[in-house]
C-alpha cells in the first residue's frame, strides 16, 4: 500500500459549491499533515497545516480521521481561482524522507 | 523578497551530456530538497539536506547527485543525463530540519533527448 494516496479527480465543482475531497495515509504514526495547492505547472504552495483534529482557514477546512486513516479537504463557496491540484504530505521528523500524494485536480466552473 | 530560485528554468540537452541546476534560497532555511514531477507519478524527493554538509537519499536518487556545501545553496548534478531524467524539477526549502512547511522554487523543466 502506498504511504499517501489520493484520488486523481478531476472533481468537477460548480462555482459557489462545496467540495471535499480525502488523502488516505498507511503510516498509523502520522499525526500532522500539510497541504500543498499547485496550479498548473506551477511550484506548490502551501495550503495548511493540519494537526491533532483539524484546521480551518477561511473557506478551507481540513480534519483528520485518526481511526479511518484520513485526512480531508473541505472548500466552501467554491471559486474559479480554487482550481487547482491539492497535494497532501503527511509531517516528518527530521532525517526523514519526505513522501507526497499524488494529488487531487479540482475544477471549479462558472 | 523571501523566495527560491532555480536555473536555468528550461533546458534541453543531449543524453551524457552533465549539467547542473543551481537552487538557491534567501531565507536562511536549514532544510532543502530536490523533486521531479512527472504525469501520473506525482512529486517524488531525489535528495534532500538537513544541513550545510548533510545529504540524504529520497525515494529517486539514482543518477542525481548534490551537494551543500553552503546553507543557501544546494545544486542538483546530472553527470550523465539520460532521457528517462526528463521531468518538470523542484527545489524547496524549510525552516526546520524535518522538511516540514517547505517553500518551493518555480521549477525547472529539463528535457534530455
Known amino acids: 500500500r502506498k504511504e499517501v494516496e489520493q484520488d486523481p479527480g478531476p472533481f468537477n465543482v460548480p462555482e459557489g459549491a462545496t467540495v471535499a475531497f480525502n488523502c488516505t495515509y498507511s503510516?498509523?504514526?502520522?499525526?500532522?499533515f500539510f497541504w500543498y495547492r499547485q496550479d498548473c505547472r506551477k511550484e506548490p504552495k502551501l495550503l495548511m497545516s493540519?494537526?491533532?483534529s483539524g484546521n480551518e482557514d477561511g473557506r478551507f477546512t481540513a480534519q483528520l480521521n485518526r481511526a479511518s486513516q484520513y485526512i480531508s479537504l473541505l472548500i466552501r463557496d467554491s471559486k474559479l481561482s480554487d482550481s487547482a491540484t491539492y497535494l497532501c504530505?503527511?509531517?516528518?521528523?527530521?532525517?526523514?524522507?519526505?513522501?507526497f500524494g499524488g494529488g487531487t485536480r479540482v475544477l471549479v466552473k462558472p | 523578497e523571501a523566495q527560491v530560485t532555480q536555473n536555468p528554468r528550461y533546458l534541453i540537452t543531449v543524453t551524457g551530456k552533465k549539467l547542473t541546476v543551481t537552487c538557491s534560497q534567501n531565507?536562511?532555511?536549514?532544510?532543502m530538497s530536490w523533486y521531479r514531477q512527472d504525469p501520473g507519478l506525482g512529486l517524488r524527493q531525489i535528495y534532500y539536506?538537513?544541513?550545510?554538509?548533510?545529504?540524504d537519499k529520497g525515494d529517486v536518487p539514482e543518477g542525481y547527485k548534490v551537494s551543500r556545501k553552503e546553507k543557501r545553496n544546494f545544486p542538483l548534478i546530472l553527470e550523465s543525463p539520460s532521457p528517462n531524467q526528463t521531468s518538470l524539477y523542484f527545489c524547496?526549502?524549510?525552516?526546520?530540519?524535518?522538511?516540514?512547511?517547505?517553500?518551493f522554487g518555480p521549477g525547472t523543466r529539463l528535457t534530455v533527448t
Open positions: 524547496a526549502s524549510s525552516p526546520g530540519a524535518g522538511g516540514n512547511e517547505q517553500y
Open positions: 503510516n498509523s504514526a502520522s499525526q500532522s
Open positions: 493540519v494537526y491533532s
Open positions: 504530505v503527511p509531517k516528518k521528523a527530521a532525517g526523514n524522507k519526505l513522501t
Open positions: 531565507m536562511n532555511h536549514e532544510y
Open positions: 539536506s538537513m544541513n550545510v554538509e548533510v545529504t
